[in-house]
C-alpha cells in the first residue's frame, strides 16, 4: 500500500475489506462503463473541472468514512461496508 508523501502523518490504514458487487459481472461491466461514458457529465454535475486525465481503464468502487471523533471497531466498520452494498443492490 503506498502512503502519500504528503501526509503530515506516518499513520497507515489498518486494515481493507474487498468485497464483489452483488450484481452480476455482466452487470457490474454495464455500471462501470457507464460511469466511465458519463464521466464528463459526472464531473459538471458534482462542480469540477472537466480537465485534466481522461479514465482509460474504468472501475467502479466507493469508500466509507469515518469523522475523525468516530471510534467505530473493525467489526462495525466491517458491518457498515457489507450494510451499505446490500442496501445499493444489484
Do not use: C
Amino acid at each position: 500500500m503506498l502512503h502519500d508523501p504528503n501526509a503530515k502523518t506516518n499513520d497507515r490504514v489498518a486494515w481493507i475489506l474487498v468485497q464483489n458487487l452483488h450484481s452480476d459481472p455482466k452487470a457490474a461491466w454495464f455500471e462501470m462503463y457507464e460511469t466511465f461514458r458519463s464521466q464528463g457529465q459526472l464531473k459538471a454535475n458534482s462542480g469540477l473541472s472537466a480537465r485534466g486525465r481522461k479514465n482509460d481503464k474504468p472501475v467502479l468502487h466507493y469508500t466509507l468514512v469515518w469523522h475523525a471523533d468516530d471510534k467505530p471497531t473493525a467489526e462495525q466498520m466491517k458491518s457498515a461496508a457489507l450494510d451499505s452494498l446490500a442496501v445499493a443492490g444489484p
